[in-house]
């Protein structure tokens, strides 16, 4: 399983941003997949995630009704459409899959496959 995440970049306080995770080795039909990020100085944080047991996605609380999750099985490729964004949503923002497992691995961040992070910076 290999995962690439790029798109980060420097935004304006309620622009948007949608990253994306170029994903190898794996089929999305068997994996959960999700994006996390890691603001200075804090531990890591799961944003969104979805899987493949036809469960609700997992959203945190702080991105609801801003953030969306996607994927193009066909190119392999998954995306996190940020929108309205905050300066508290600076952080690095990795993606991650893991095999056959819930949305409630999301939270802890228990996926065993990452890509590198790509930094989000918004300036306030």
């Known amino acids: 399983v290999q995962l690439q995440a790029s798109g980060g970049g420097l935004v304006q306080a309620g622009g948007s941003l949608r990253l994306s995770c170029a994903a190898s080795?794996?089929?999305?039909?068997?994996?959960?997949i999700g994006w996390f990020r890691q603001a200075p100085g804090k531990g890591r944080e799961g944003v969104l995630c979805?899987?493949?047991?036809?469960?609700?996605?997992y959203y945190a609380d702080s991105v609801k009704g801003r953030f969306t999750i996607s994927s193009d099985s066909a190119k392999g490729v998954m995306y996190l459409q940020m929108n309205s964004l905050r300066s508290e949503d600076t952080a690095v923002y990795y993606c991650?899959?893991?095999?056959?497992?819930?949305?409630?691995?999301?939270?802890?961040?228990?996926?065993?496959?990452w890509g590198q992070g790509t930094l989000v910076t918004v300036s306030s």
């Open positions: 080795g794996f089929t999305f039909d068997d994996y959960a």
């Open positions: 979805i899987s493949n047991r036809h469960e609700t996605p």
């Open positions: 991650a899959a893991e095999l056959d497992v819930g949305v409630n691995k999301c939270r802890r961040g228990d996926f065993g496959s």
